[in-house]
T-cell receptor, first 116, second 114 residues
Framework: EAEVAQSPRYKITEKSQAVAFWCDPI?????LYWYRQILGQGPELLVQ????????DSQLPKDRFSAERLKGVDSTLKIQPAELGDSAMYLC??????????????FGQGTRLTVV | DAKTTQPNSMESNEEEPVHLPCNHS???????IHWYRQLPSQGPEYVIH???SNVNNRMASLAIAEDRKSSTLILHRATLRDAAVYYC???????????????FGGGTRLMVKP
């Protein structure tokens, strides 16, 4: 069964360092999402791609976060410099959305980031 | 964005039905009602979605009120594996990119007692 792949599963980094997360969506899925989930809260959308274009990045802290999906397939989310408050689970999801709103999204297992 | 309201937590006994409510009084005619759940230490997973009619699948049933201002996710026979946070989300299908958005609230934490 096709899955959304994320790596690494766990990452510990020191504050002020750079960190990057990778996501490979299900083949053929045009829409890709990055979420941040703080313990005890629901996932918060950081950025949404439609193919290689950013659809929504209104909640992405652009002074330190960047995201790209250069060929419209896999994607990278980067934080530079990392801060203690960035400790969270980072989730990637994808959907094909041929009929807008009427399709399901598939989530990866996430990357657990700890900033020390 | 149209918002949803869910109870913070619910308890159920194993092997009994569970009814998880969701209020969405500002729903628009083009909003689909989606449900996802998140098991501990995992990413969310899709459960079910519908527009106007009740829906059934192998995981659950979705009952949608006639005025569409509320819905109920029904787990017919709760198991310990159903203990999770359940999220009710509205997704617009009017055709613009905003319809692809998937915005999570706080969800309902379901606890299942043996």
């Amino acid at each position: 069964e096709a899955e959304v792949a994320q790596s690494p599963r766990y990452k510990i980094t020191e504050k002020s360092q750079a960190v990057a997360f990778w996501c490979d969506p299900i083949s053929g899925h045009a829409t890709l999402y990055w979420y941040r989930q703080i313990l005890g809260q629901g996932p918060e959308l950081l950025v949404q791609f439609q193919d290689e274009s950013v659809v929504d990045d209104s909640q992405l802290p652009k002074d330190r976060f960047s995201a790209e999906r250069l060929k419209g397939v896999d994607s990278t989310l980067k934080i530079q410099p990392a801060e203690l408050g960035d400790s969270a689970m980072y989730l990637c999801a994808s959907s094909h959305d041929r009929v807008v709103g009427n399709t399901e999204a598939f989530f990866g297992q996430g990357t657990r980031l700890t900033v020390v | 964005d149209a918002k949803t309201t869910q109870p913070n937590s619910m308890e159920s006994n194993e092997e009994e039905p569970v009814h998880l409510p969701c209020n969405h009084s500002t729903i628009s005619g083009t909003d689909y009602i989606h449900w996802y759940r998140q098991l501990p230490s995992q990413g969310p997973e899709y459960v079910i979605h519908g527009l106007t009619s009740n829906v059934n699948n192998r995981m659950a049933s979705l009952a949608i009120a006639e005025d569409r201002k509320s819905s109920t996710l029904i787990l017919h026979r709760a198991t310990l594996r159903d203990a999770a946070v359940y999220y009710c989300i509205l997704r617009d299908h009017s055709g613009n990119n905003a319809g692809n958005m998937l915005t999570f609230g706080g969800g309902t934490r379901l606890m299942v007692k043996p």
